[in-house]
């Protein structure tokens, strides 16, 4: 097999043809000689690959195979995909510098790479994205099952989802169907973008760029979720949210503006001021007046 035209190239020329990969690769060259317990996995993983998307290829492979679809199989497929489409690989250098920028407790692109399992679910997203809308539906849905099973995030294979996108911790995120989101979006765990029942068609949320969802937030039916806003921790949203505006509680109602040109970003999920459900807003506006002694 040809070698990656990257290969042959002077460490000076990768840095600029791919600065990020280069960051990642002089990374991995330091704590091979500084952490020796995992020198070997770090090799295997980085160091042996030309690039990016050959480094994650291999180890989506790795941790995705198991007896019944090896992950010689696996990393075939990967590299299909990513052959097949470069925005797959754009978009995974995207993601990668999202969590470096939003994540505090991530500021290093090779641990992101190699040990956040949101960034490994999307990133095996994208290529069961790739086969579904290639025709190869039940491959698509072997990955879903599988990322499922090792990261704890569901996503159904035809859901697209745009780039620069963050779903931290990842744990029990659960994306629909005919869900949609756009850039720049940043999801902690437990959220869900899911239908209201057994309707069939389009039935799943539309996330605009910019916006942020809280930890453990519902947002369900073919509703959207307007650019820039955020989505407080634990609400249900039923109905279309305007951009740039804050929801919460349940069921969500607006409480205020969101606070900054682009939430995702921020990561700023504080609110100010008391925050009443759906029901306690509609009682508060349906109340007669309760001043009647005229003073």
């Known amino acids: 097999m040809a070698s990656h ?8 020329d990768l840095a600029l043809l791919d600065p990020l990969w280069s960051t990642i690769r002089e990374r991995a060259e330091t704590i091979t000689g500084d952490e020796r317990a995992i020198a070997s996995f770090v090799t295997d993983a980085i160091l042996r690959h030309d690039r990016l998307e050959a480094a994650l290829a291999h180890l989506l492979s790795q941790k995705l195979g198991n007896g019944l679809v090896g992950p010689l199989a696996l990393r075939d497929l990967a590299t299909e995909a990513l052959n097949g489409d470069t925005r797959i690989g754009q978009a995974m250098r995207a993601d990668l510098m999202a969590i470096v920028d939003r994540d ?14 949101g960034f490994h679910g999307l990133q095996s997203h994208r ?8 025709g190869r539906g039940f491959e698509a849905r072997y990955i879903q099952s599988r990322v499922s099973e090792v990261f704890g995030v569901d996503i159904h294979p035809a859901a697209p989802i745009g780039r620069g996108v963050l779903i931290d911790h990842a744990s029990s995120v659960v994306i629909g169907e005919t869900a949609v989101i ?3 979006v940043s999801l902690l765990h437990g959220v869900t973008l899911g239908g209201t029942g057994k309707e069939r068609g389009d039935r799943h949320p539309k996330i605009r ?24 921790s634990g609400s249900v949203v039923l109905k279309d949210v305007p951009p740039f505006k804050t929801v ?31 029901a306690e807003e509609k009682r508060s506006k349906t109340r007669p007046d309760e001043d009647t002694d005229g003073a």
């Open 5 to 12: 035209p990257l290969s042959s190239r002077k460490g000076t």
């Open 104 to 117: 505090p407790a991530t500021e290093d692109p090779l641990e992101a790479f190699l040990f956040l399992k």
């Open 127 to 134: 290529i069961a994205h790739w086969l579904w809308t290639s």
């Open 182 to 184: 756009e850039d720049d």
């Open 209 to 232: 760029q910019g916006v942020l969802i809280g930890a453990g937030a519902k947002i369900l039916g073919n509703i959207e979720v307007g650019k820039c806003s955020r989505v407080a």
């Open 248 to 278: 919460a509680g349940v069921p969500a109602v607006i409480v205020g503006e969101s606070g900054c040109g682009q939430p995702s970003r921020a990561m700023d999920q504080t609110l100010t001021g008391p925050v009443r459900s759906g």
